[in-house]
């Protein structure tokens, strides 16, 4: 299946920081990301509660 896949930019807010990764709700009622914080770019401390935006895609099944 040939579908081109163009990321959306969404938002959501900190649920919860731990040493080894974030929860992140998704606005919208969409859920929720678990992320390890290699993936989390910025320089500012993280804190439950702050609001953060990402691209999100479809997955492609190769």
């Known amino acids: 299946m040939q579908v081109e ?3 959306l930019k969404l938002k959501g807010v900190i649920k ?3 040493e080894v ?3 992140i709700g ?3 009622r969409m859920g929720v990301l678990s992320l390890p ?3 989390i ?3 500012k ?3 439950v509660g702050q ?3 990402f691209y999100l895609s479809y997955v492609n099944v190769l």
């Open 41 to 43: 770019y910025t320089d």
């Open 16 to 18: 919860e920081v731990t």
């Open 5 to 7: 896949l163009r990321p």
């Open 21 to 23: 990764g974030v929860r």
């Open 26 to 28: 998704v606005n919208g």
């Open 45 to 47: 401390p993280l804190a």
């Open 51 to 53: 609001e953060c935006e």
């Open 37 to 39: 914080l290699r993936l």
